[in-house]
Nanobody
Framework: QVQLVESGGGLVQPGGSLQLSCAVSGIAFGLFGLAWYRQTPGEQREFVAILFTDGATNYADSVRGRFIISRDNSKKMALLQMNILKPEDTAVYYC?????????WGQGIQVTVSS
């Protein structure tokens, strides 16, 4: 059974940093690309960052230069380093792993940026 479990969310002040982690089990993690999405109440889930298996990355314009996506294959972890956080980054963040024919999602974790 494939499981993705996010951690590292919480409350942070504007300008602060958080690192989200996503522990993956039940699948050959190294063969999958990974991505992070986020969603606020009443809005559609939106793309945040993506890391392909060849190492290529892409970011939403709203987070480029502040967020860094990475992976630790030895630990089967997807990571999202979030710096210079803004109130508009407040959302539930979701981990996603994918290959050409399937993808899997975590349950989501709340990040709140507020003073």
């Amino acid at each position: 059974q494939v499981q993705l479990v996010e951690s590292g969310g919480g409350l942070v002040q504007p300008g602060g940093s958080l690192q989200l982690s996503c522990a993956v089990s039940g699948i050959a993690f190294g063969l999958f690309g990974l991505a992070w999405y986020r969603q606020t109440p009443g809005e559609q889930r939106e793309f945040v960052a993506i890391l392909f298996t060849d190492g290529a990355t892409n970011y939403a314009d709203s987070v480029r230069g502040r967020f860094i996506i990475s992976r630790d294959n030895s630990k089967k972890m997807a990571l999202l380093q979030m710096n210079i956080l803004k109130p508009e980054d407040t959302a539930v963040y979701y981990c996603n792993i994918f290959d050409p024919v399937r993808d899997y999602w975590g349950q989501g974790i709340q990040v709140t940026v507020s003073s």
